[in-house]
């Protein structure tokens, strides 16, 4: 059952784009969004508040949702350019890629990256339709140091778990932010023994 935070700002970011909902529009509205994670659903009525202009849609919303995958022009730059190179990435990512390598292949690099982006676009559209969670999975370039530094970012953004990202480079070291934690809940623990 939605909250009624999530009613009113559905409610109010809809008469700000120049619609009012009756309260079983915007339940059937917020039904739309059920798949959602509510705090996700309302920074993207945030984000539809500033941009919009005209009818709020589902879809709005939607394409706006922070759901862990990278935009369109952030996936592209993250796209290995050898062999060598080491990514995380998401199955969209990889998928829009291999739509796009024979383009590249090729030597055409303005077409691969318009193929990258058209293709990722539409799956992350329907990703986010089906209310599929992002899944994030390595693909090993040749260079050992790569891998490392590839494996090491996607465990400190919370892309990968450390256990799988060591699983594959046992010398990856701990993270900070892994280890920070660590240290912060052994403090309230010593802390919460003491008292």
Request: charged letters at 25%; one cysteine or more; a negative charge.
């Amino acid at each position: 059952m939605p909250s009624s935070t999530l009613l009113q700002a559905v409610a109010v970011t809809a008469e700000l784009c120049g619609r009012t909902f009756s309260e079983p529009a915007a339940r059937v509205f917020v039904d739309d969004l059920a798949g959602y994670p509510e705090p996700a659903v309302l920074s993207a009525l945030r984000r539809c508040r500033r941009q919009v202009k005209g009818v709020l849609t589902v879809q709005d919303v939607v394409s706006r949702l922070d759901d862990g995958r990278p935009g369109p022009q952030e996936a592209w730059a993250a796209i290995p350019k050898s062999e060598a190179d080491s990514v995380v990435w998401t199955t969209e990512m990889a998928e829009a890629m291999h739509a796009a390598q024979p383009l590249l292949d090729t030597g055409d690099k303005v077409g691969a990256r318009m193929a990258f982006l058209e293709v990722y676009t539409r799956l992350v559209g329907a990703a986010r339709d089906a209310g599929q969670p992002v899944e994030w999975s390595p693909s090993l370039g040749h260079d050992a140091r790569g891998r490392e530094a590839a494996l090491r970012e996607a465990v400190e953004k919370g892309r990968l778990p450390y256990e799988q990202a060591l699983a594959i480079a046992p010398a990856l070291p701990e993270p900070t932010n892994l280890a920070i934690g660590k240290l912060a809940a052994e403090a309230i623990k010593r802390i919460g023994s003491a008292a």
